[in-house]
């Protein structure tokens, strides 16, 4: 046995019997900051060059990001120059505030005041580690070590704040993370995160962010979610401070802690799109911002061109989203079982008839289109997708409403195709088949003329006459009947070639269009002995569309005797 896990400690959560988070609920979104540009930037293993930077940043304002870390300036001349590009060529719109990281160290600070001048609105975000492992392992330091270093490091921030703030008018804001927030003591974090707060002068009025991180994911959502409930009530100027989260994802629920995290009173949230970041990444703010969507709340983000922005990402990152990933994978709007399938054309047929402001289909839980996402792609067809999802593919994409009682009949007809394929068949692969068994079968009996007239009879009653021709059997003959419509005459007519066997059972119809005009399209059943078998016509008049779709339900019937035969 692989005795491995002796080596792993359980994480020891704090003692908080009497949490509060549990009972409450989100109800407005958070203030986002996306951290894409630098924490998600440094963890590529190419970090982009400015005119990518340029482009995902003009990409995260407009999907509405008002505070965005743009880098780490002092950490690379590369770094450095970008932010002067930013700010010298005017990136930066009205409204939007660009935060910078800077480790609470002297040179880097001061390099860090340089690489921000000219910028209207910036967040000075600076740190040092408080871990409780890393104490012990890196540092070789004590926790007053720790917290002097980050008081000098406030020191230095607020005095170059105030220069600045003099000089060029720069709206400088304070943000301050006890990196590895969650694997430190919380009193220790809580001591540290109070003499910053005395140090910048953070008043109700000039809240500074206090930002925490969770930078390895080491314990279930709800430990992280305890940790930031105890800091909010033991921190001394809990008014002066706003409540930043910032979880990567290492255990893979990084969502999860944030709205827990959220829940236990954080109000702003640093994440990336789709978790890009270090290791596992950080916390996707797609994800939280959608999952805010998803239950009538407005998330402040719009990612209505989901695409584009999936795009955008995988160019500049060179990281592909996997297909499952929430909201925004090429499969997340798919479904290939067949009672999901079922249960989808349901819950959209119910939405069309009962109009209602709230999405009510099963299996989606939020509209595909308000992603900019379609329909068509929702239903794939493979072997083991029921008759359900032909007939919805057929109707949504196409516009063919197939009477339900075609739907196994022409379910069939995939299934097979798809087993003989081996592979899944697309939209137009599923209308080839409908095109091929429905409307272009034409023998034994081909109908070449067709004339119907109706004639008042004189006491009220109008009966229907029908003429025509039909090739069959290198023949032609002319046939004629009368009925009490046109479906009946026919049928009469029908009688003159011996057709006797088969009766009529069912029909639905509606329009359809095709190019400019639009046309009638008419479902026929018909019963031969035990059997039934379904036609289809389509004309610009009706009643000769019922007509054709009797002739096709024949040929399709006789056909398959010949084949047989
Ligand atoms: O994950 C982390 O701790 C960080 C800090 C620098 C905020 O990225
Ligand atoms: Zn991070």
């Given at each position: 046995m692989n005795e491995g896990f002796k080596k792993y400690k359980a994480f020891q959560p704090i003692y908080l019997p009497d949490r509060t988070w549990p009972n409450q609920r989100i109800t407005q979104a958070p203030i986002w900051c996306s951290v894409d540009l630098r924490d998600g930037n440094q963890a590529l293993v190419n970090p982009m060059n400015l005119e990518q930077k340029l482009l995902f940043f003009r990409m995260l304002t407009k999907i509405g990001f008002r505070e965005i870390e743009v880098g780490f300036p002092a950490s690379s001349e590369t770094e450095y120059e970008i932010l002067r590009a930013l700010i010298e060529e005017g990136e930066i719109p009205e409204g939007v505030t660009i935060q910078v990281l800077v480790q609470a160290r002297e040179h880097l600070i001061r390099k860090t005041f340089e690489a921000i001048r000219g910028a209207k609105n910036v967040i000075v975000h600076f740190y040092n580690s408080t871990s409780t492992l890393q104490r012990k392992v890196v540092f070789e330091a004590s926790m007053e070590e720790i917290v002097a270093i980050a008081v000098e490091g406030a020191r230095l921030i607020r005095q170059l704040t105030e220069e600045e703030r003099k000089k060029y008018g720069t709206n400088i804001r304070y943000e301050y993370s006890p990196e590895s927030f969650s694997g430190t003591e919380m009193e220790n974090a809580v001591l540290i995160c109070d003499r910053v707060l005395e140090e910048l002068g953070a008043t109700p009025k000039e809240q500074v962010i206090l930002n925490l991180p969770n930078t390895v994911e080491l314990a279930t959502p709800n430990v992280y979610a305890d940790q930031v409930e105890y800091f909010c009530r033991h921190l001394r100027y809990r008014d002066s401070a706003l409540i930043s989260l910032h979880p990567h994802n290492d255990r893979g629920t990084a969502t999860a802690a944030t709205e827990l995290g959220l829940m236990a009173g954080a109000a702003r949230v640093e994440g990336t799109l789709f978790g890009n970041g270090e290791r596992t990444g950080n916390a996707d703010l797609m994800n939280l911002a959608m999952n805010l969507y998803s239950q009538g709340i407005d998330p402040k983000l719009d990612f209505s061109n989901m695409n584009h922005i999936r795009r955008v990402y995988e160019e500049s990152?060179?990281?592909?989203?996997?297909?499952?990933?929430?909201?925004?994978?090429?499969?997340?709007?798919?479904?290939?079982?067949?009672?999901?399938?079922?249960a989808i054309n349901k819950g959209v047929r119910y939405m069309a008839k009962h109009p209602s402001p709230y999405w009510e289909v099963p299996y989606l839980p939020i509209d595909p289109a308000d992603l900019g996402r379609q329909y068509e792609p929702i239903i794939r067809i493979n072997s083991q997708s029921g008759k359900g999802g032909a007939a919805f593919v057929m109707q949504q994409t196409f516009g063919y409403t197939l009477?339900?009682?075609?739907?196994?009949?022409?379910?069939?007809?995939?299934?097979?195709?798809?087993?003989?394929?081996?592979?899944?068949?697309?939209?137009?692969?599923?209308?080839?088949?409908?095109?091929?068994?429905?409307?272009?079968?034409?023998?034994?009996?081909?109908?070449?003329?067709?004339?119907?007239?109706?004639?008042?009879?004189?006491?009220?009653?109008?009966?229907?006459?029908?003429?025509?021709?039909?090739?069959?059997?290198?023949?032609?003959?002319?046939?004629?009947?009368?009925?009490?419509?046109?479906?009946?005459?026919?049928?009469?007519?029908?009688?003159?070639?011996?057709?006797?066997?088969?009766?009529?059972?069912?029909?639905?119809e509606h329009a359809v269009s095709s190019g400019a005009d639009s046309k009638a399209v008419s479902y026929i059943q018909l019963r031969r002995?035990?059997?039934?078998?379904?036609?289809?016509?389509?004309?610009?008049?009706?009643?000769?569309?019922?007509?054709?779709?009797?002739?096709?339900?024949?040929?399709?019937?006789?056909?398959?005797?010949?084949?047989?035969?």
């Open positions: 990152t060179q990281i592909k989203v996997s297909p499952r990933h929430p909201y925004a994978g090429e499969l997340v709007f798919t479904a290939f079982s067949g009672s999901h399938q079922d009477p339900k009682a075609m739907h196994g009949e022409f379910g069939a007809l995939v299934k097979k195709a798809c087993d003989a394929a081996g592979r899944e068949l697309s939209a137009a692969e599923v209308f080839d088949i409908f095109k091929k068994e429905y409307l272009t079968v034409s023998s034994p009996y081909h109908l070449l003329t067709y004339k119907i007239f109706a004639k008042d009879e004189g006491s009220g009653e109008v009966t229907v006459d029908f003429e025509g021709s039909v090739r069959y059997d290198h023949c032609t003959r002319q046939i004629s009947g009368k009925g009490n419509g046109p479906i009946d005459a026919f049928f009469h007519a029908l009688n003159t070639l011996g057709l006797t066997q088969y009766q009529f059972v069912s029909y639905s002995g035990q059997e039934t078998v379904f036609g289809v016509g389509i004309d610009s008049n009706i009643s000769i569309a019922s007509i054709k779709g009797i002739i096709c339900a024949i040929n399709r019937k006789e056909g398959q005797k010949q084949k047989a035969i």
